[in-house]
């Protein structure tokens, strides 16, 4: 174990030097207050809960001091926004503070969210607010706890230094951790200025400390895409399996890493619905719910794109062709799972596509629910009540009927079925409704309501006494908030 005053960094990225990010210290917040922290991602700093119970906790993760061997980087990026390019982004209100070597060996970014401006802040303040610091936070451990690839928050603090959005608000910061903090518009930011031998020593750098296994490969840099496009494929089954839409999936928001990152106004599915789209910005649905698989072939193309100076223009097409395929293979078994079948049959996919056809002729079901009540009785009872929520009853029984046999031809127990169902289908998720409530108890100065959304969202799957508040339906005042990029 470690404590604050004992973490070790070894700062890499840092050492590729000036072209890939500047040295910039963070700019304090004032009157500092921890509002949440993760116990979780404490841990993986080898730090015990305690830790965060000291004062200087708070200095620390608002800027107001720093580690001596933390060495403060904003780094530099591109990427393509809404489809069209941008050449210059980068951390504008963000620092990357250091690497944190933990004990099992592992390097863990501090990225500190909201630090201030930055070299690369164009109009923006370099400051995040309470309520968009607070949604990251919770989304990135829901995230985690769902068993979906994510970056992970480890806490945030809130100040009384104001903020102008559309209204005064206040800053607050966050305290990201990743494996990596690299993202596909590093490359695209390294392509498009033409300076090759920096995108090589990218790559190099990328292969070296997260995907050593492509340096036994003939060609290591396709090897890159493809396993950078097996784990992004993988990301986007689960987020489509659970009703997850990022809502920005600008190419400047992807990780190489293929975990969920850059949480903007996100959306877990309410009532289901393919083409929901969350971004209040997003005229055109760009960034729809179902558009999203396509979306993340497009960015892998895009870094594709970015790759042609390393490797051959054919070999990157055909490992772009593997993404449907992979992705595909991933969310038809995660349905499997959810509906309760334990191997493949060759009907199987038409029975996911049916149901959903009936979920969105209704836009009346509720998606999380739907899955977690299926499991909660026997096969046919659990039909009775779910199918209130169709409009097609006549599909819906014929449906019911196919999945029954289906279940039957499986042959389990219903207790050992309902147990392998509630472990893959949460009764609790980040509805937007419930992250609006609590950042408005936050804003007032209640952290409370935050707290415990937060540790019933570290354990979805548990049935938490006391808790039913969290996993009923939303009210309608609280379906379909629409949330803008302003944060
Ligand atoms: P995002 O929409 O958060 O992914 O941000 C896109 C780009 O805008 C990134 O380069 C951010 O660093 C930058 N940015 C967003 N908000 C701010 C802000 N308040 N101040 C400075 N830069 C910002
Ligand atoms: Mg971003």
Redesign the pocket.
């Known amino acids: 174990m470690k404590t604050l005053d004992t973490l070790a960094f070894d700062n890499r990225f840092a050492g590729l030097g000036d072209g890939f990010s500047t040295h910039i210290l963070p700019e304090p917040i004032a009157e500092p207050r921890l509002v949440v922290v993760s116990d979780s991602a404490l841990a993986l700093l080898d730090l015990a809960p305690h830790e965060a119970q000291r004062e200087v906790f708070a200095e620390l993760f608002s800027g107001n001091q720093l580690w001596s061997d933390a060495e403060p980087r904003a780094m530099v ?1 591109s990427g393509h ?1 809404f489809g069209g390019y941008s050449p210059r ?6 620092l990357l503070l250091g690497e944190v070597l933990n004990d099992a060996g592992e390097h863990w970014d501090l990225h500190l969210k909201g630090a201030g ?2 070299p ?9 607010v309470l309520r968009s610091s607070i949604r990251e936070f919770l989304a990135s451990e829901a995230l985690h706890a769902l068993g979906i690839p994510s970056s992970r928050a480890l806490c945030v603090t809130s100040s009384s230094t104001p903020v102008w959005r559309e209204k005064q608000e206040t800053a607050a910061m966050l305290v990201r951790l990743a494996p990596s903090h690299v993202r596909f518009g590093h490359f695209e930011y390294f392509y498009y200025t033409r300076q090759h031998d920096q995108l090589k020593q990218l790559a190099d750098y990328v292969i070296e400390h997260h995907y050593p296994a492509c340096l036994e490969q003939p060609q290591p840099y396709a090897a890159l895409l493809k396993a950078v496009l097996e784990r992004t494929a993988e990301m986007v089954a689960r987020w489509q399996a659970y009703g997850f839409c990022h809502g ?1 999936m ?1 190419t ?2 992807m990780s190489i890493l293929g975990i969920t990152f ?1 949480f ?1 106004p996100y959306a877990f599915l309410d009532d289901f619905d393919a083409k929901h789209i969350c971004n209040h910005s997003d005229d055109t649905g760009r960034y729809s719910f179902s558009n999203q698989v396509p979306i993340a072939h497009w960015n892998l193309s895009a870094l594709a794109q970015a790759l042609t100076p390393l490797v051959e223009v054919d070999t990157l097409r055909e490992t772009l062709d593997l993404f449907l395929p992979i992705y595909q293979a991933h969310y038809q078994d995660l349905m499997r799972k959810r509906l309760g079948f334990t191997s493949a049959e060759d009907g199987d996919e038409e029975l996911v596509q049916r149901l959903l056809t009936l979920m969105q002729a209704g836009k009346a079901t509720d998606y999380s629910l739907f899955f977690r009540h299926l499991g909660d009785q026997t096969p046919a009872e659990a039909l009775k009540v779910v199918r209130n929520d169709f409009v097609d009853l006549q599909g819906f029984d014929a449906w019911g009927a196919d999945y029954l046999a289906r279940l039957d031809r499986e042959g389990f127990e219903q207790s050992e079925r309902q147990a392998r169902m509630h472990a893959v289908n949460p009764l609790y998720v980040l509805r937007n409704y419930l992250a609006q409530e609590a950042i408005a108890a936050a804003e007032a100065g209640d952290y409370e309501p935050v707290r415990e959304l937060h540790q019933v969202l570290t354990r979805p799957f548990d049935e938490q006494p006391g808790k039913q508040h969290y996993a009923q339906r939303p009210p309608d005042w609280g379906k379909h908030l629409s949330i803008s ?1 302003s ?1």
């Open positions: 990026y926004q982004l980068g951390d504008g209100r963000g401006m930055t690369y802040s164009r109009m923006g303040d370099g400051r995040a920005v600008n400047d928001n850059d903007g990029c944060s």
